[in-house]
């Protein structure tokens, strides 16, 4: 007799690939079933700094997860590399923000969250052209190298014996009684015992198709934003920290490579790129470090992201139906958020105390 999983999940980036390796922690059985490959979308085209931009302006209810996730990503990495032997490439490398006008916030917002921070010195901007203003030094902020995070995490999951199914999209559900007793997909039919969405930037999207008749009280926000990033071909040490420089930024690898990005587009579920923001990035990327100009591009790509409003994901139990959970929506965030926002929801789920506090990312929330 064939047991029907625990949890079945909908949607395999790194949200719902955090959600699963939390759940099967415990001992539970998963199914994640993804409409095309593990990690391809939002996951893989972002930057993987592990710090929202200017936290200081972001609301709290995003420090909140953010802060968290910065206690939990050392383990995590350790643990991955040490059962896949796939390195994460988590990297405490620092991040330099060379203008911060409103820089008491950003001073006040260190203190509060325990983030040392120091005045930069010159030699930060020997191969920076920009004007400083204010310039602040995050020496412990880190990144993760998102492919290859999503590339452990995937082979973790395996390892596990969670039950991983792509190229499978969600048709419909069938209820009773305020449940979902099992999901219609590609693939065939699946029956249920609790439900998770964490679908990303198409998460509005699938309720709104899948489940109609819900009030839009109880179907979340969350709208696809485009964002499109350059990659550098550049040397080791090129560049050894990130760095912030109004609302764009660069990331170098270990392996010497450096991300330009991003931008930030409301273009439905379009992922072309375009000649206007490759040019747009480049010259930022040029001006900021005129020493890129003798590195080729190798790479231009866009991802979409899950925009919602104030950039606070959905997080817990639907008001009206029984067994279906949500962990979606987390913006530009969602690498910096994602251990946290794994916990949380686990943490709900199973009736543990939570470690962070839960109100702020329920659906009763205003739209």
């Not at 390892?159 to 999901?183: F, P, T, W, Y």
């Amino acid at each position: 007799m064939t047991q029907h999983p625990d949890f079945t999940l909908i949607g395999g980036g790194i949200i719902g690939l955090l959600t699963a390796r939390e759940l099967r922690q415990t001992g539970a059985r998963i199914t994640l079933i993804e409409k095309n490959r593990l990690g391809q979308e939002s996951s893989w085209a972002g930057g993987g700094i592990l710090l929202p931009l200017y936290p200081w302006r972001q609301p709290d209810a995003i420090s909140r997860l953010v802060m968290r996730s910065l206690a939990l990503y050392p383990i995590l990495a350790e643990q991955l590399i040490e059962d896949t032997r796939l390195d994460p490439e988590w990297t405490p490398c620092g991040l330099l923000i060379t203008k911060n006008p409103d820089i008491q916030a950003a001073i006040d917002w260190c203190h509060r969250n325990a983030i040392r921070y120091e005045a930069p010195g010159a030699a930060f901007f020997d191969n920076l052209n920009t004007r400083p203003e204010n310039p602040l030094w995050l020496p412990d902020i880190a990144q993760a190298r998102n492919p290859r995070l999503v590339k452990s995490l995937r082979q973790d999951l395996i390892d596990r014996g969670v039950k991983i199914i792509e190229a499978c999209e969600l048709i419909s559900a069938s209820m009773h009684q305020s449940r979902i007793d099992a999901i219609n997909t590609t693939q065939g039919t699946f029956a249920v015992d609790r439900l998770i969405i964490s679908a990303g930037a198409w998460t509005g999207e699938l309720f709104g198709q899948r489940f109609p008749a819900l009030p839009p009280a109880c179907t979340p926000n969350i709208v696809p934003v485009k964002g499109q990033m350059l990659l550098f071909e550049a040397k080791p040490d090129t560049l050894r920290h990130m760095v912030l420089d109004e609302d764009r930024y660069l990331i170098p690898r270990r392996d010497g490579k450096i991300l330009a990005g991003s931008s930030v587009e409301l273009d439905q579920f379009d992922k072309t790129p375009s000649p206007e923001i490759h040019d747009q990035l480049k010259n930022f990327a040029w001006a900021l470090m005129p020493s890129l100009k003798h590195f080729p591009i190798i790479k231009h790509w866009a991802g979409l992201r899950p925009g919602t409003e104030h950039g606070i994901p959905y997080i817990g139990r639907h008001p009206e139906i029984g067994n279906l959970y949500i962990n979606a929506g987390h913006f530009r965030n969602g690498l910096a958020m994602g251990p946290a926002s794994a916990e949380l929801l686990a943490d709900l789920i199973l009736n543990r105390t939570p470690r962070v506090a839960p109100e702020p990312y329920q659906f009763s929330r205003p739209h």
